[in-house]
C-alpha cells in the first residue's frame, strides 16, 4: 500500500476545513496559544516503513497521550497490583468529571481519565523519579529526546483547579499515597511531553507489534500485556467519545486535549494525527476525521 500519497491525499481533503470549526483547549492557558490551523498524520508500520504529511515533524503537547505511556509503565513495573485502586471501565462522563468518584469510593473508573491516570502516576512516583522515568521511555521509543514543555506544566499548575481536586479527593479516601502536590508536578510534567506526529507514531509501535520495543527488539511489556492496553484503548481511550471513535473509526485510539490522536492497527502499524481544534469532549475535530478517512481508504480496522 502507498501510504505516503495515501497521507498526502488526506491532507489535502482536509486542508480546507483546517481552523473552521472547534476550538483549541482554553482551559490551559499555554495551549490557548497554539494556532488552531494546524494538521499533521504520521504512520510507521510494524516492519519500520514510515510515511508522514502535513505539520507531521512539529512538536505538540502530548496532553492525555501521556496516560498511555504512564500506564504502560505502570503495567510493567506493577503488574496486576496496578488493578487494587484503578478500574477499567468505561466512564461515559468527560475526563476531568468528579461524579463517579465519591459513590466508587475514590477508585477512578480507568486509567485513561484523569483521575486515573493521577492513582497510576501516584504509583509511580512511589517508585522511581516518575518525570525522569517517562522522559526516558519516551525518548527510547522515539529513537529521538523528548523534553517537557517547562511553559504548559507550569500553566497547567497555576490553573489545574481540577486535577488538584480530583487528587485530594482521592486522598481523602486514602487512595494516594504520595503527597498530592509530588504527584501533580510529575502528572502535568507527563501531559507537558512536546513531541510531534512522527515520533509519537514511532513510540506507540509496541502496541502493534504485541509489547516489543519498536527499536530494541527488547519486550517491553508482555504480549497480554499490550493487547490490554489497545483493548482499555478502544473502550476508554477518547473518555466519553469512546462510542463514538469505535463506531466511527473501529481502532484503538487515545487522544490528548493537544490535539494528538494515535491509534493501532494490531500487527500492522500504528499512526498519529495531530489538529489543536477540539470538540466538545476534547478530541481533535480534524483528527478523528482524517483517522475516518484512513480506515475507510484502507480498510483497517480490528472489526
Ligand atoms: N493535562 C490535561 C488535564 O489534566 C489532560 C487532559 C486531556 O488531554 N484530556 O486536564
Excluded at 497521507?7 to 494556532?35: F, Q
Excluded at 510493567?76 to 468505561?90: Q, V
Excluded at 479516601?173 to 515520533?199: E, K, P, T, W
Excluded at 473518555?239 to 500492522?268: M, N, Q, T, W
Aim: aromatic content about 8%; glycine content about 8%.
Amino acid at each position: 500500500m502507498d501510504f505516503q500519497s495515501l497521507l498526502e491525499d488526506i491532507v489535502a481533503t482536509l486542508r480546507p476545513e483546517l481552523g473552521e470549526a472547534g476550538h483549541v483547549a482554553n482551559y490551559i492557558p499555554a495551549l490557548a496559544r497554539v494556532p488552531a490551523a494546524r494538521f499533521g498524520i504520521a504512520l510507521r508500520t510494524c516492519d519500520g516503513h514510515e510515511a508522514h504529511a502535513g505539520d507531521s515533524t512539529t512538536a505538540f503537547s502530548i496532553q492525555s497521550i501521556s496516560k498511555l505511556f504512564a500506564l504502560t509503565m505502570g503495567m510493567r513495573e506493577m503488574g496486576e497490583t496496578l488493578w487494587e485502586r484503578i478500574g477499567r471501565e468505561p466512564s461515559g462522563n468527560p475526563f476531568n468529571s468528579l461524579v463517579q468518584l465519591e459513590s466508587e469510593r475514590g477508585i477512578p473508573r480507568n486509567p485513561f481519565i484523569n483521575a486515573g491516570a493521577i492513582a497510576v502516576t501516584d504509583r509511580l512516583v512511589s517508585l522511581f523519579d516518575a518525570k525522569a522515568e517517562m522522559l526516558t521511555l519516551l525518548s527510547s521509543l522515539c529513537g529521538e529526546p523528548v523534553q517537557f514543555d517547562e511553559e504548559v506544566a507550569a500553566s497547567e499548575a497555576a490553573t489545574g483547579f481540577r486535577n488538584i481536586a480530583l487528587a485530594n479527593f482521592m486522598k481523602s479516601f486514602g487512595r494516594i499515597d504520595n503527597d498530592v502536590s509530588a504527584v501533580l508536578d510529575a502528572y502535568f510534567h507527563h501531559c507537558a511531553a512536546a513531541m510531534n506526529c512522527l515520533q509519537l507514531a514511532r513510540a506507540t509501535g509496541f502496541l502493534c507489534r504485541d509489547g516489543v520495543h519498536p527499536f530494541t527488539g527488547h519486550q517491553l511489556l508482555t504480549e497480554s500485556q499490550a493487547r490490554r492496553i489497545n483493548a482499555l484503548m478502544l473502550t476508554c481511550g477518547t473518555y466519553d467519545a469512546a462510542g463514538e471513535f469505535a463506531f466511527r473509526i473501529g481502532l484503538p485510539c487515545k487522544s490528548g486535549v493537544g490535539g494528538g490522536i494515535v491509534a493501532v492497527v494490531p500487527d500492522r502499524l500504528t499512526l498519529c494525527v495531530w489538529s489543536p481544534a477540539l470538540d466538545s469532549t476534547g478530541n481533535s475535530l480534524l483528527g478523528m476525521k482524517a483517522l475516518e478517512l484512513f480506515t475507510a481508504k484502507t480498510g483497517l480496522s480490528i472489526f
